[in-house]
């Protein structure tokens, strides 16, 4: 099914790229605080497995209805996340 391989690559983008950016303000600011970035970087991982979880579930009965929740959620975990990240 190409819609959850296509789903799952989004999710593994999307929180890896602001997991990256994290990384990289960083090691832009090695003097500030790192306590802010890893608890991002905590809640991407958290958000991340339970994404994939809710994509393998096999119990669904509406596929196309699942998975665009799906997406929904990750456009507004994603959102979430990028905002916390601009406020370090």
Known sequence: MA?????????NYVLGDIIEEVYVWELDNPKKDNKKGEAIIDEAIKSFDELIERVNDRSIENPSKHFKAIRKDLEKTA???????NAL
């Not at 959102?79 to 990240?85: M, Y």
Request: glycine share 0%; net charge positive.
């Open 3 to 11: 819609n959850k391989r296509d789903l799952k690559k989004d999710i």
């Open 79 to 85: 959102q979430t996340l990028v905002d916390k990240v």
